[in-house]
């Protein structure tokens, strides 16, 4: 069992930053891979961006590319995301996700544990 708690969203505005945080329980934390994922008003849940057990291999949806970073840190037991030039479109709750997969995947139904999710509103 491996429980996930984001930090680190709110109110910026647009071209501005954030830095999410994810902290999990448990021993285990480096044997899962870790997604971010977010979800808007009306909108269904999409893939942000996912980085392997160890961090060395890591993946983004073409939207955020560039402009996002996720990493981790095993010691402590937490993902981030990295959020810089931030645009109105981002605005949506973020949601750290922990699963059980060989590399980081792209769909919700993949991952097994979630966290409750954080704000962030991007301001135009």
């Known amino acids: 069992q491996v429980q996930l708690v984001e930090s680190g969203g709110g109110l910026v505005q647009a071209g501005g930053s954030l830095r999410l945080s994810c902290a999990a329980s448990?021993?285990?934390?480096?044997?899962?891979?870790m997604g971010w994922f977010r979800q808007a008003p009306k909108k269904e849940r999409e893939f942000v961006a996912g980085i392997s057990r160890t961090g060395g291999g890591t993946d983004y949806a073409d939207s955020v590319k560039g402009r996002f970073t996720i990493s981790r840190d095993n010691a402590k037991n937490t993902v981030y995301l990295q959020m810089n030039s931030l645009k109105p479109e981002d605005t949506a709750v973020y949601y750290c996700?922990?699963?059980?997969?060989?590399?980081?995947?792209?769909?919700?139904?993949?991952?097994?544990?979630w966290g409750k999710g954080t704000q962030v509103t991007v301001s135009s």
């Open positions: 996700a922990a699963g059980s997969t060989v590399v980081p995947r792209r769909f919700p139904d993949q991952y097994d544990y």
């Open positions: 448990g021993r285990t934390f480096s044997s899962y891979v």
